[in-house]
């Protein structure tokens, strides 16, 4: 594998990850904000948060820790969201979502920081 293949393959598993990040964060920011959830189509979100799932999936079955924390991160959210909808936005609710939308948040920043370099390389 050659150097420029590696690079694009980094570029793409982090471009992946930062995609899957910002859909689990919109899919909280729908379970909190009406408005959010009424400006973005479910079937869309769930559609690109889907395939996104998947590619990663795919790519990650090289390291299958870290594919591991990926898919329990996913089912932790989408779990905890659905949860919250269910729920009716109990406070004890929507205080665990801002924390993992605080979460999700710093992941993103930190991956598109990475991506930057990665691209610039």
Known sequence: ?????TSRNHIETTELLVRLYVFLNQ???RCINEAAHQSYPESELKK???ETRARLSE???INSVVKNKVEQECDRVLTLGAACLKG???TTDVELLKAEQAILRNK???LSDLLAVFRAV
């Open 59 to 61: 790519i990650l079955t």
């Open 48 to 50: 690109h948060l889907a």
């Open 108 to 110: 993103t920043i930190a």
């Open 1 to 5: 594998m050659t150097s420029q293949s």
């Open 27 to 29: 899919y909280l920011d």
């Open 88 to 90: 009716g936005g109990k």
